[in-house]
Each structure stands twice: as structure tokens, then as C-alpha cells.
């Protein structure tokens, strides 16, 4: 797989959390310019040198999605090479007993998790990424343009 670099964009924001022992403190949240559909994403594929039409590209991810949600609702995990190891999640409550915990009250939601491999690990993804703030900020913390 070859490497490749991007900009990632950021902007900085405050932790106003009155509760929080980190309240006034200053962070950075990553920015996405544009969502790219499904489509577009196809045809970026097909420029890319491939051999493949965009019609047999969609064919192929649209039979890979639909086979990966399949496998992951039945409780597998599917390992997409370099990308991550995808699987199921729960966020759930407690309850008092094991005979107390029922799926309808305590499990609140269903997360897909996917868990990144050494290439694509955080501090390998931190290497490639360049840093672009979109907003500067002025001492009194208000944004400017």
C-alpha cells in the first residue's frame, strides 16, 4: 500500500465545563470540509489509474457493504486488510443482577467499532497528517475569520 499524506484541519475550542478540572482549558477538534458521497468516492477510485469501471467498483463495494453488515449482525468480526477490524459495540447500564439485566432496558445503543491496524495506527495516521488551523483565535478567545 503506498503511502500517502493529507492536511488535516483543525479548529481550537475551549473546555467550558464548569465541572471539569480542565474547565478554561484549550483543545483542538478535527474539521471535515466536505463529506464525500458514495458516488463521488467511487469515481475518485476509478481515476486513480484502476483498471476497473466505476459500474464494477460499485458493484463490488455495494456487495461489501451489504456482506459486512451481515457478518457483523451475526456477531463477527471482519478484518478489512490495513484498514481496522470491524465488530459490533453496545453501550449498556447496569443493573443490579445478571437476572436484572434485560436487552429492552439496559442495552442503549449499537455502535460499529473499528479498531485501526499498525498502519493505520493513531501515531502512524499522526506521522502522514500535516496540520491546517481553519480559525485563528484572538486573546479574548473570539473567533475571527
Not at 138 to 144: E, F, G, N, R, S
Request: proline share 2%; glycine share 6%; aromatic share 8%.
Amino acid at each position: 500500500m503506498a503511502t500517502t499524506t493529507g492536511t488535516l484541519k483543525f479548529r481550537k475550542y475551549q473546555n467550558t465545563n464548569a465541572q471539569s478540572s480542565f474547565a478554561g482549558k484549550w483543545y483542538a477538534k478535527a474539521v471535515q470540509d466536505r463529506s464525500v458521497s458514495f458516488e463521488e468516492f467511487i469515481t475518485h477510485m476509478a481515476e486513480h489509474n484502476s483498471p476497473y469501471s466505476r459500474g464494477v467498483i460499485s458493484g463490488v463495494l455495494t456487495d461489501m457493504l451489504q456482506c459486512l453488515q451481515e457478518l457483523v449482525l451475526d456477531g463477527k468480526s471482519v478484518r478489512l486488510g490495513e484498514l481496522g477490524l470491524i465488530s459490533i459495540g453496545l453501550k449498556t447500564t447496569p443493573a443490579d443482577s445478571a437476572d436484572a439485566f434485560t436487552a429492552s432496558t439496559n442495552i442503549k445503543a449499537v455502535r460499529l467499532n473499528v479498531r485501526n491496524t499498525k498502519t493505520w495506527s493513531n501515531a502512524e495516521l499522526k506521522k502522514l497528517c500535516k496540520f491546517s488551523e481553519l480559525t485563528e483565535y484572538t486573546t479574548d478567545a473570539t473567533p475571527t475569520t
